[in-house]
């Protein structure tokens, strides 16, 4: 089981802005698509946005189109979640994740990226 490793969560105000980072540890990292899913409490868990090996596709969830922004340095095994104009429905537990086995985005399922990290936690007051 590879660790990932998020960062870059904080509380901020309707409006802000943050980016996370993820350090991810894994074989053949630039060969591997990366995703952003979050949860909140009481809330089902929310692919947010994924990002191709060659970053020729990158895909979001509805609710972050046009806000949030996902990149990756292969050189440095990372990918990162811009997030700006943030509301407090973002408010949630925020994971990068990968795949063990594939090179495809999708499907793009929680269980289909069984890599993770612990998490970083996001909270956005109105």
Known sequence: QVQM???????????????????APVPAFSEKCMAWFRQ?????????????PSENITDYADSVKGRFTISRDNAK??????MNSLKPEDTAMYYCATKSWSSL????????????????????SS
């Open 40 to 52: 909140a409490p009481g809330k089902e868990r929310e692919r947010v946005a994924l990002i191709s």
């Open 105 to 124: 985005c999708f499907p793009d399922s929680w269980g289909a990226y069984p890599w993770r990290g612990q998490g970083t936690q996001v909270t956005v």
């Open 77 to 82: 095994n990372s990918v990162y979640l811009q």
């Open 5 to 23: 490793v998020e960062s870059g969560g904080g509380s901020v105000e309707a409006g802000g802005i943050l980016r996370l980072s993820c350090v």
